[in-house]
């Protein structure tokens, strides 16, 4: 099976392409939903991250807040690191398993992270969305309601654009029309087809 590594910066257009990977029936697995799953209320990866960083970062309800972690982390380097040795390694091992389970021709697997963390040698295939900082900008305080200088920290926090991009196999400018992205998605989707096929032939 063809395993497709998606990534890009923060509001570059992820989610977008892999819903419409998933239109053409493509199994999508997702490393900030395996995450999501992992720090569940009442998990001991909850719990051992409250034990990490205090009680500011869990709810009344005992739930994780995730945007006071949010702020943590972006704050603090030291805090991140503990942050990604805690769910890194239950992350790609539940990944693995969730990928080992299928039988599909190639299945999209996404993580904001992937060129960070060194993960680009585990997928075929590297799919990288790209935009222009500006359109990030601007997606992200219309979607997480910040303001333009937070913004801007938050992108400035991530890899260097060009960086990522070096290890791109395949790239989707999502500065596109959405018509003009779900073409390229479906352009794709009949590339690793064909790809699947030739290897199974």
């Not at 910040?146 to 913004?151: H, M, R, V």
């Amino acid at each position: 099976m063809l395993k497709i590594g998606l990534t890009g910066g923060i509001a570059s257009g992820k989610t977008t392409v892999a819903s419409l990977f998933a239109k053409h029936g493509i199994p999508i697995i997702d490393a900030d939903l395996v995450a999501a799953e992992l720090v569940k209320l009442g998990s001991p990866h909850l719990k051992l991250i409250a034990e990490t960083f205090g009680d500011s970062i869990i709810n009344q309800d005992q739930s994780l807040n995730r945007t006071a972690l949010a702020k943590l982390i972006f704050n603090d380097a030291n805090a991140r690191k503990q942050l990604d040795a805690i769910l890194h390694p239950p992350v790609r091992k539940e990944i693995t398993r969730q990928v080992n389970k299928l039988n599909d021709c190639y299945c999209v697997v996404c993580i904001p992270l992937l060129v960070e963390t060194g993960q680009h040698n585990q997928f075929d295939h590297i799919l990288v969305t790209d935009c222009s900082e500006d359109t990030q900008c601007q997606r992200l305080t219309q979607r997480d309601n910040i303001d333009k200088n937070y913004a801007e920290q938050m992108l400035a926090a991530q890899t260097d654009r060009d960086n990522r991009l070096k290890y791109a196999t395949e790239i989707i400018n999502t500065d596109a029309s959405l018509v003009e992205v779900a073409t390229a998605v479906t352009k794709l989707h009949e590339k690793y087809l064909a790809l699947c096929q030739n290897t199974r032939g």
